[in-house]
């Protein structure tokens, strides 16, 4: 009787006793077995479950609650034996079995199995289902219990065995206890009482009906028998894999050869997987799962008949009959059947099996993405630590094949832009052509992309309405990714991935991934790109032959490249303007050999207190200059006063020798290279009346130098 109960609802089952002992259960949530061990409660579950008794003889009534699981329960009195039912055991928010499967994969239920863990999780779409189940489980006679296999325990001695006979049932027409409350609702008219009516996105495919219904048909028993002998092998294999087998069973069950299985992914759908004439000819889907015709499809329980698109007149469109598949009151999955007509009684029967799978499949699909976001998480960490120890001789090479390591392409290439705007490629991985003698490089598809700074994935070249590769290429499969790297709103380089590992599909979960490092990479990209270019200055002679740092035609070159910068980044930019105090007097009384050894002094010392990123020049005579790059006003003074108090303990062969420092930030009316110049100037000047040996800041209402200092 207890098992009857329970296949009509879908729900679980639990007797207890007053010392919360539980003496029956049927249909139990495979969570709540796993968590508990036989007959009794422990952890959490005690003070839920295990006070189920205590709370429901108190109130003299059914209480439902909400246990630390995430399960919705009822604890109802049964009969006048001193026991108490516990139904339900079901997730009825999405949000709750979502939260359980994260906790089972890297929680604190990460010890459980998983393949025992998810073996029988229930999911239903609201309490409509526990409040049916009141009354026949109230009524349940103690000694019935055993039809379930399990004995019950006597909890107080009585003098005789009382027996209390129940109507028969035998003649009660069930319904297909895996039907879904979806599954019989019609759309009727406004004034219809059907009108009243929940609207069946509220409801789940879980969700029951008692009410008398026609009498379960042998097809839909042999249909079930089939269902609870393929599900559990759905658990042991990957997501995708059991979508493949879901369509195999189908071919196998139904006799239905060819299929796709569609996923939601935000506002579309994904194929998943693809069985019979879709594997050599695959289809895109352009309804969406918010499309109104599939509301109207799940009202009615029907197929949506979807007719593809010919570019020929002489071929004969297919026709594919689209299942939706609702799960938590959200179309999550779709069927699609590539047949003219299908059957009512066989399109019902491949519903109801895709309703029920639907679930356990939603469950594998949780676990994998939580699998995923860790795996993910540690990716990024190790490729930023990759990316941060770079050698710079290898940088591109490093740049590119992390990348494509990251999201599973045998072949990329990282283009930057060149010489009149030109692309030029920078580094590339399993790529047989050498693309730095191509001609007319990324015109096919990459430029266009940067252009618009948006990354493409393209699932299928031959539908994209792009002009053919070029044949020398010999890509192995009709999927790419361009990835434009965005820095300040102005593209700067781009990534292209083309042959998916395994002859795969790129998928959106890839796009994701470089989202991710795109950042990391656009900065670093764009400091070697400006590293780069000062090994092309330096070709030019740009250094200073006596004190051996860069000359003042570098430092005005790298101030406007690093302005542009930093409009782009939105990066502090600091500009420190340094001179020897009285060096004039220390020429003419020493001899120019002797200052100009303290010149080569104060470069040394310069170079021994900056950083890697930090740029000091001589400037002119006894004048020098450093660029500091995302440094603020309050880090410039900083490393300034450690310069001068350096110069100031430094022992110079002929007398003490001091410095005096003028700073300025970009920013405010500082906001060109010759405002940033003559502002650090000013600061100078400062510093020099302010008697010398210190540093200065400038700030708008700092008086303009007037004069020559120095």
């Known amino acids: 009787m207890l098992d009857e109960i329970t296949a009509v609802s879908g729900l679980a089952v639990v007797i207890i006793d007053r010392n919360t002992h539980i003496v029956a259960t049927s249909n139990d949530n495979s969570i709540c077995r796993t968590l508990n061990p036989p007959d009794t409660f422990v952890g959490a579950c005690a003070n839920d479950c295990g006070r189920a008794f205590e709370r429901t003889r108190e109130a003299g009534a059914p209480v439902d609650f909400e246990c630390h699981a995430g399960l919705q329960c009822r604890s109802v009195p049964v009969g006048d034996r001193k026991l108490v039912a516990i139904t339900g055991r079901t997730f009825v928010k999405a949000s709750n079995y979502r ?132 599900i559990p092998s759905l658990l042991k294999v990957s997501y995708k894999l059991a979508c493949r087998r879901i369509l195999e069973f189908l071919s196998r069950h139904y006799g239905i050869e060819s299929s796709l299985w569609l996923q939601r992914e935000g506002g579309e759908f994904e194929t998943a997987a693809v069985y019979g004439e879709f594997e050599d000819k695959p289809v895109r889907i352009g309804i969406t799962p918010d499309d109104k015709r599939i509301r109207a499809a799940v009202r009615d329980d029907s197929p949506i008949v979807l007719k593809e698109r010919q570019a020929g007149s002489d071929k004969k469109a297919r026709l594919i009959q689209l299942f939706p598949v609702v799960i938590g009151g959200e179309v999550r999955n779709a069927l699609g059947v590539a047949r003219e007509e299908i059957d009512s009684e066989l399109g019902s029967r491949v519903l109801k099996f895709c309703r029920y799978v639907a679930s356990r499949l939603e469950i594998l699909r ?89 990354p493409v994935l393209v699932t299928d070249t031959s539908r994209a309405q792009l002009p053919p590769s070029p044949s020398e290429r010999r890509y192995k499969t009709s999927s790419f990714i361009s990835y434009p790297l965005v820095l300040g709103g102005k593209g700067i380089a781009i990534l292209n991935f083309t042959d998916k590992a395994g002859g795969e599909r790129f998928e959106r979960r890839d796009l994701e991934v470089l989202d991710s490092i795109a950042p990391q990479i656009a900065v670093a990209v764009d400091r070697m790109a400006l590293r780069e270019k000062a090994g092309e200055y330096a070709q030019l002679s740009i250094t200073d032959p006596l004190t051996g740092l860069l000359n003042r035609r570098y430092i005005e070159e790298r101030l406007t490249e690093e302005i542009n910068r930093s409009e782009r980044s939105g990066e502090p930019v600091s500009f420190m303007m340094l001179d020897v105090d009285e060096f004039k007097s220390y020429n003419d009384r020493y001899g120019h050999p002797a200052g100009d050894e303290a010149l080569e002094m104060i470069g040394q010392i310069l170079r021994e207190n900056l950083r890697g990123a930090d740029v000091a020049a001589r400037y002119g005579g006894e004048e020098f200059s450093v660029l500091l790059p995302e440094t603020n006003t309050e880090e410039a003074q900083a490393i300034a006063e450690r310069i001068r108090r350096h110069v100031e303990e430094t022992k110079f062969p002929k007398r003490k020798v001091t410095t005096s420092i003028g700073i300025a930030s970009l920013g405010g009316n500082v906001n060109s290279v010759r405002e940033l110049i003559s502002a650090a100037d000013t600061a100078l000047y400062q510093a020099k009346r302010a008697g010398r040996n210190n540093v200065k800041v400038y700030s708008d209402s700092t008086v303009d130098a007037g004069e020559n200092v120095h």
Do not use: H
């Open 99 to 230: 939260e359980a499967t994260a906790r089972a994969i890297n929680g604190d239920w990460r010890s459980f199995p998983p393949t025992k863990f998810f073996e029988n999780v229930i999911l239903s779409g609201s309490m409509q289902e526990l409040s049916r189940l009141d009354q026949q489980v109230g009524e349940l006679n103690k000694d019935l219990f055993a039809e379930g296999g399990k004995k019950v325990r006597e909890v107080v001695p009585e003098p005789q065995t009382e027996t209390i006979n129940l109507p028969p049932v035998a003649d009660t027409r069930l319904p297909d206890p895996f039907e879904s409350s979806l599954l019989n609702y019609k759309i009727g008219s406004a004034t219809d009482e059907s009108a009243d009516r929940p609207d069946p996105f509220e409801s789940s495919m879980m969700n029951f009906r008692l009410e008398a219904q026609p009498t379960i048909q042998n097809q839909d028993i042999t249909d079930r028998e089939a269902w609870r002998s393929f």
């Open 366 to 454: 949780l676990r994998e993405a939580v699998a995923e976001r860790e795996r993910l998480s540690r990716m990024l960490k190790e490729f930023s630590d990759q990316l941060r120890n770079v050698d710079a001789d290898q940088f591109w090479d490093k740049v590119i094949g992390l990348s494509a390591e990251m999201v599973g392409a045998e072949r990329a290439s990282l283009l930057i832009i060149g010489p009149a705007e030109g692309l030029t490629a920078k580094a590339t991985v399993g790529i047989r052509v050498d693309l730095a003698i191509a001609e007319d490089i990324g015109d096919r598809v990459a430029r266009t992309i940067l252009e618009k700074g948006k």
